[in-house]
């Protein structure tokens, strides 16, 4: 997808983060057309050897960027990393409360040179009682109550996914696009701060909302009361499907696809709100119905009728799903060589999707680049390589 949109090129973006929520706002800058420099330790972002559930952050996260490594304990690593800066439009870090800044790379020394620069942090916390405290993403569920939603009653259970390191990391981007703007308008740049815990109450705000409204707190997903009387999972011959019927309309072509001539014919289940009261009456009705059938059958009766449903998918059947390859998702060449194909950033601009092949950065792979862009001499690059305040792949 060489003719990718690319809105943000000519933005360039100096990256010190690990893990998630820091490469998110770098990837999907990226994505954007945006030029980024993902500065790492010497030796790489120990998040490249991370095993188990956290071998694919690396490669899903930091896509389309250049790596530079840096001793940011020496002095002529600290230079560097100050020339970059220097003429960067946006810098994105994800440490622990204070680390740059123990460095000299806070927000206020970094400004003084660079008054446009746009500063983002991902932090745990946004200013307040719990500010200094170290967050990941699963104390940020736990805390925020999404784990408490997402569990049986009793039993608070994480998220499949990093959701909140990542929309946090959207959440950061946002930030930066709006600032961004601003700066068109004052020609100055400002700090953006994004985080992980409230960026967990933004998504249970709904929860909050409802008892606001009600004055009854709301029950952990699975144990709650639905909004339509059909709403589940249905077990069939084989593989579970997901059904909704989340209007009036959908529920007299529901009942017209399956032959449920007795429950449309009872008028006082038309209105949503009745079926509702009614579900221990219909439900058991429409699930012997539904396991009578196979999934193929199911999902036969339902694709292009207008009914929600959903096959219940696994991450590793998403490779060959027909749909994703048609622009959802992107070939990646791992730092071992290794190809595979990994999500793409969802959206489309122009009528075109964002993406393009990509190669993962070995660490250091574009020291010599990066150095030459900030003007260094080939002497002075090899000076600093041979100090070891610069790593350079082999």
């Known amino acids: 997808m060489s003719d990718s949109p690319q809105p943000l090129a000519g933005i360039t973006v100096v990256e010190?983060?690990?893990?998630?929520?820091?490469?998110?706002?770098?990837?999907?800058?990226?994505?954007?057309?945006?030029?980024?420099v993902r500065v790492e330790p010497i030796g790489g972002d120990r998040t490249r050897r991370l095993m188990g559930s956290g071998s694919g952050y690396f490669p899903m996260y930091n896509r389309g960027k250049q790596s530079i490594c840096l001793d940011l304990k020496s002095e002529d690593g600290i230079a560097v990393a100050k020339d970059l800066i220097a003429k960067a439009d946006v810098l994105v870090e994800n440490f622990r409360p204070g680390a740059l800044d123990r460095l000299g790379l806070s927000y206020e020394e970094c400004s003084a040179g660079n008054p446009g620069l746009i500063y983002c942090s991902e932090k745990g916390f946004l200013p307040g009682p719990y500010e200094n405290r170290t967050a990941l993403d699963e104390v940020a569920q736990m805390m925020g109550g999404l784990a408490y939603m997402t569990g049986q009653p009793g039993k608070p259970t994480r998220a499949g996914a990093s959701v909140i390191d990542v929309t946090g990391g959207m959440f950061g981007v946002i930030g930066i696009l709006a600032a961004l703007e601003q700066r068109h308008r004052t020609g100055k740049g400002q700090k953006v701060t994004a985080s992980l815990f409230e960026t967990t109450i933004y998504l249970?705000?709904?929860?909050?909302?409802?008892?606001?409204?009600?004055?009854?707190?709301?029950?952990?997903?699975?144990?709650?009361?639905?909004?339509?009387?059909?709403?589940?999972?249905?077990?069939?011959?084989?593989?579970p499907v997901f059904i909704g019927v989340v209007t009036d309309a959908l529920w007299e072509k529901f009942c017209k696809l399956f032959g449920l001539d007795d429950l449309w014919a009872d008028e006082a289940l038309r209105e949503n709100n009745a079926r509702v009261q009614a579900r221990d009456q219909i439900l058991p009705q429409i699930r012997t119905l539904i396991g009578g059938m196979t999934a193929a059958e199911v999902i036969g009766k339902l694709d292009g009728s207008g009914l929600p449903f959903a096959p219940i998918g696994k991450p590793e059947d998403m490779f060959d799903d027909p749909h994703l390859n048609q622009g959802g998702l992107e070939d990646v060449t791992l730092d071992n060589g290794t190809e595979v194909r990994?999500?793409?950033?969802?959206?489309?601009?122009?009528?075109?999707?964002?993406?393009?092949?990509?190669?993962?950065?070995?660490?250091?792979?574009?020291?010599?680049?990066?150095?030459?862009?900030?003007?260094?001499?080939?002497?002075k690059m090899d000076a600093l390589i041979e100090t070891g305040a610069v790593g350079e792949s082999k």
């Open 16 to 36: 010190f983060t690990h893990m998630v929520m820091g490469p998110t706002v770098g990837h999907i800058l990226a994505g954007l057309g945006a030029e980024i």
């Open 342 to 379: 990994l999500p793409t950033i969802p959206l489309e601009m122009d009528g075109k999707r964002i993406g393009a092949p990509q190669r993962l950065p070995t660490p250091g792979k574009d020291a010599r680049a990066v150095l030459e862009g900030l003007g260094y001499d080939a002497g």
């Open 204 to 239: 249970v705000g709904q929860h909050m909302a409802q008892y606001a409204v009600t004055g009854t707190p709301a029950a952990p997903m699975p144990a709650r009361v639905s909004a339509w009387a059909i709403y589940d999972v249905f077990e069939t011959k084989d593989e």
